[in-house]
């Protein structure tokens, strides 16, 4: 076995064999301290568990590998300090605790035993709680017992003798049998535990969350079913869907179950979501990898055919992605000569149903798709996502509108279907009017892509538009494109329509609704007082919570407000929830305040280890992301894949940004659990020809990787980067 220092020198180094090394050595003095702290064996595991990951991500900052026990004793005791403050659970016993159990009878005998043994350490002074909880959960020796509580042996010997003159002589059996029964060394589970998929403090609160309008569930439920589909358990997920169907399309953070049964190869749990029908046209967030590429690129032979015939891809013809990307930049001499060398990618798509007439719309480049129109491209061809090329057209046409209109327009002259939406989103009342009057219930038609034909006349602001289809029956609560409960109201308080807002509340639109993304109706109406007061009449519930306070205040940038929320409620500095799961800090550090963040520290505030967007919101702006560092955040951030804030700027080549997380001591090779990938690796994915080789320089393993078809030379060369294959190579690659 290696030596403490050696095994913390190697996970330092991102290797993960060591770092599992470093948990069974210490999981057993984890869990017990943390049933010393806690009393309740369910919340030590997880106190521990987490504990774990906070030292998986901060093993740079530990300079004397003589001083482990003691700062990962630490930990253990936030970890435990959290769970007091966040997690509010029934005190239970497990009752599968006992891996090799007694009989029935004596089980029962031993739950009613087991309650009198907590009830009886819980009531121990906290140093021989410690002490004996220490001792009998697995078999630690009083020397390791003395260094992880920072004491000499003669003292833990004195405390355990305390503790157990105190218990009732008849107890101290038991006591051992009961702690030893519990430690995570009789079993892999709990090791197995650590190494499962990094769950957000957000996720780890059990609250109310709606999956769909009317449809509910928690967020222990969602985190459950796409734990279960990581970890291939399709009974899980199974049971999960037998209590609520809508499940199976859940989604934290954009991600469903799908991603995960496909990023980690599971056939049984694809072909069972397949069957229930789930949108294969997903893409990963952030870097928008399609279901087939993304089994492609990590090997899985056996999930390639189930993905391209469940979406029918066409697979006749090659260079399509030279296509799209010439499309999309309005290269019309490239999409010219593409087309003449290969006349089949006219129809052809990638495996979302991009053509190369959507991205010349989306792009909006009116000559390229006139080229495309002309070489027979299919103007009504329809994502799998509902998109046409003229929605296309008009996404983003809010900030391009003349340019947006033009390509709109002109698909219009060349034949796409004409619909009431369109209809709408061009202030086409004759059209309008005439498909009311052929069918009223088109005031509530919805477009493939989601779209209705209000909420397109609200984009406008073309009330005459939106009171003719509200006279027709127009619901303005019925969902919208990432808009549950309809987005025309959200949008008259974003621009303080102070008309169109009244019109809608009087057909019933649904004054606490939300946009994904946007917030919620009232919020957006704080700028707007009148609008606000209106909504508020109509029943819209009023921010009360001091969390929705600060938010706002911080918002705001109100700083002597919030610095008069946080001396009232101090708590709220370091709740999780805070920002969506982002922290307290995060809305400042992405604004580049540096007198509120200042404020905010000065309260407790702190960068969390773990974000969603860290890279976009706290590394934003280099000289927040130097503050933020000499001030406590630590260089190995990451997200909830384990992609480190390194791995985010080398696959950008922001040189500038990866030297000073570097300097205050990243892990140069760190892994991913989306990519296998180290910072390298994803540089090499990328194409970051000289990023590559400034890592290189810098020490970075080139070989190193959490799977095959991960390596750096392995990534480069499925880009066709062959000047990275070969300085990857020379570097030494494998």
């Not at 090659?318 to 087309?339: M, Y």
Request: with cysteine.
């Amino acid at each position: 076995m290696m030596s403490l220092a050696d095994t913390l020198s190697h996970a330092r180094a991102g290797d993960s064999s060591a770092f599992a090394d470093l948990v069974r050595r210490f999981q057993d003095m984890a869990v017990g301290y943390a049933f010393a702290l806690l009393g309740d064996h369910h919340l030590a595991e997880d106190a521990a568990q987490d504990a774990f990951l906070v030292c998986h991500q901060r093993l740079e900052q530990l300079r004397d590998p003589a001083a482990f026990a003691g700062w990962f004793r630490t930990i253990v005791r936030n970890t435990c300090e959290q769970s007091r403050r966040q997690r509010s659970r029934d005190e239970s016993l497990d009752e599968a605790a006992l891996e090799v159990g007694p009989t029935q009878q004596q089980s029962l005998e031993w739950d009613e035993r087991r309650q009198e043994v907590v009830a009886e350490v819980a009531s121990l002074p906290q140093q021989e709680r410690d002490a004996i909880s220490l001792f009998y959960t697995g078999s630690c020796s009083h020397l390791q017992i003395a260094q992880f509580l920072g004491v000499d042996k003669t003292t833990v010997n004195n405390r355990l003798r305390a503790a157990r003159g105190r218990l009732k002589h008849r107890l101290v059996c038991p006591v051992r049998r009961t702690l030893r029964g519990r430690a995570p060394s009789r079993s892999t589970r709990f090791l197995q535990g650590v190494q499962r998929m990094l769950q957000p403090e957000e996720m780890k609160v059990d609250r109310p969350i709606e999956l769909v309008p009317g449809v509910d569930s928690t967020t222990t439920e969602v985190w459950a079913m796409l734990a279960a589909s990581r970890d291939g358990d399709l009974d899980v997920m199974k049971e999960l869907a037998s209590r609520q169907p809508a499940l199976i399309r859940c989604e934290y953070n954009y991600t469903p179950p799908i991603h995960f049964a496909v990023r980690e190869g599971h056939a049984h749990i694809l072909s069972w979501l397949i069957e229930q029908g789930v949108d294969l046209a997903y893409r990963s967030y952030s870097f928008k990898d399609s279901l087939l590429q993304m089994a492609r690129e990590r090997e899985h032979h056996e999930l390639i055919p189930m993905l391209e015939e469940a979406q029918q891809v066409q697979l006749a013809t090659s260079g399509i992605d030279e296509l799209l990307i010439a499309a999309g930049a309005g290269d019309v001499d490239l999409v010219a000569s593409l087309l003449v060398d290969t006349p089949a990618l006219i129809k052809a798509c990638n495996d979302t149903g991009d053509t190369a007439l959507h991205a010349a719309c989306y792009g909006k480049h009116l000559a390229t798709a006139r080229l495309l129109l002309d070489r027979g491209a299919d103007i009504n061809a329809v994502r799998a996502d509902g998109l046409a090329p003229i929605h296309s057209a008009l996404e983003r046409h809010h900030h391009e509108l003349s340019s947006s209109l033009a390509v709109a327009g002109y698909l219009l002259g060349r034949g796409t279907t004409y619909n009431i939406f369109l209809a709408a989103t061009f202030s086409d009342r004759a059209a309008v009017r005439a498909f009311l009057t052929a069918d009223p219930q088109l005031a509530n038609f919805q477009d493939s892509h989601g779209g209705r034909p209000l909420s397109a006349a609200a984009f406008r602001e073309d009330l005459e538009m939106m009171q003719l289809l509200l006279e027709h029956g127009a619901d303005p609560s019925l969902g919208d494109r990432g808009a549950p409960r309809g987005v025309s109201l959200w949008h008259a308080a974003r621009v303080g329509n102070h008309e169109m807002a009244t019109l809608l509340l009087e057909h019933g639109a649904d004054p606490n609704g939300n946009a994904e993304s946007g917030g919620k109706v009232i919020d957006r109406a704080r700028k707007h007082p009148a609008i606000y007061d209106l909504l508020v009449t109509h029943g819209a519930q009023e921010i009360l919570s001091p969390q929705e306070q600060d938010h706002n205040a911080i918002v705001d940038d109100d700083g002597d407000e919030v610095e008069r929320l946080l001396s009232e409620h101090p708590h709220v500095a370091k709740d999780p929830e805070m920002f969506w799961g982002e922290g307290i800090m995060v809305m400042a550090a992405r604004d580049g305040k540096m007198e509120m963040l200042k404020r905010l520290l000065k309260h407790g505030a702190a960068v969390p280890d773990t974000s969603k967007w860290g890279a976009s919101y706290y590394f934003r702006e280099l000289g927040v992301g130097r503050y933020l560092l000499e001030n406590g955040m630590s260089p190995g951030h990451q997200n909830w894949h384990r992609t480190t804030l390194l791995h985010d700027m080398t696959r950008r080549s922001l040189t500038d940004k990866a030297a000073l997380l570097l300097e205050h001591g990243a892990q140069i090779d760190a892994l991913d659990d989306e990519y296998r990938s180290t910072p390298l690796g994803l540089a090499a994915r990328e194409g970051q020809q000289e990023m590559v080789r400034w890592l290189i320089e810098r020490g970075a393993d080139v070989n190193k990787a959490g799977a095959p078809w991960a390596t750096p030379v392995a990534w480069a060369r499925k880009g066709g980067h062959e000047s990275i294959v070969q300085i990857l190579v020379d570097a030494g690659a494998l």
